[in-house]
């Protein structure tokens, strides 16, 4: 957490635990060990919350990994410490990361990593991408991702599915010509 910030408190604090519960230190070193492997950068892989957050809040590693799928994807890696140069860093792999075909709903916002808010999301948006490596050649993570399973019906085969009822609609089980009768009439 940034040291010009007062202590998160009630509300707030309980939301940020809940958060951090979700932390996985196994994906997150799985992550940390593949974006070794794909950069060949020295940088530990242990998959504490302390280290990951450092290995990769300014952004560098993250550009050095977009580069290592797909060269030039990232012109400009900004060395500098600056908290806005590093933001640039964070946004320009996640504009890569979405290039590459991870879902927005699996990225996360800048400041989930530079103000360490959601460090789950961001060991999430490493898996996913980890998924696609595999589309770059380079060794990947995590389950395989499904291929399509696309299906061609012959005409026949459409018109045949048209006069079938489907069980959603119900049954007619207990329904006479005069409305439905489950039991006993009521009497007035």
Partial sequence: MSSN???KSGFA?????KINSKYSEELAQESLEWIKSVTAEPINTSGDTDNFFEVLKDGVILCKLANALQPGSIKKVNESKMAFKCMENISAFLACAKNFGVPTQETFQSVDLWERQNLNSVVICLQ???????????PSIGPKEADKNVRNFSDEQ????????SLQYG??????QSGINFGNTRHM
């Fill in 5 to 7: 910030r007062a202590p």
């Fill in 13 to 17: 604090a309980e939301a940020q635990r």
């Fill in 128 to 138: 996913s991408l980890g998924r696609k490596a595999s589309n770059f050649n380079k």
């Fill in 158 to 165: 459409l018109r045949a599915g048209q006069n079938v009822i």
């Fill in 171 to 176: 049954s007619n089980k207990g329904a006479t």
